[in-house]
């Protein structure tokens, strides 16, 4: 696969929010700290913690205490907030950058999946 160089000109913008990185993080890694969720997308943990609130208070993810850490889950099922994708369920998304089954959900082996997503060849 041939990579695509891009100029530091080229590095001011994305197609992708870290909002939704924040998001397929979780969803790729229910267990994730905020901390390597930070790191992972490259902001500061404050960012993270805050886009993780913004994400809760949204109704995209669910936080649960589990012993001293916390766990994630996230509903596939919500809605894009811009107007123009509010007909279409942040599911998909999520599928192109995780497995391909419900983030969160257990694997035919019974395990969580916390891999990364495969590129295409």
Known sequence: ????RSSPA???W???TNHARVLTEIARDP???VRDIAAAIGI???AAQNIVTDLERGGYITRTRVGRRTRYSV???RPFRHPADADHQIEGLLSLFTDDHPPGQERPDGDL???APSLPS
């Open 14 to 16: 994305t197609f992708l």
């Open 44 to 46: 500061t943990e404050r």
């Open 113 to 115: 999946d916390r891999r």
């Open 75 to 77: 509903d596939p099922s």
């Open 31 to 33: 267990g994730a700290r």
């Open 10 to 12: 080229d590095r001011s």
């Open 1 to 4: 696969m041939e990579q695509v």
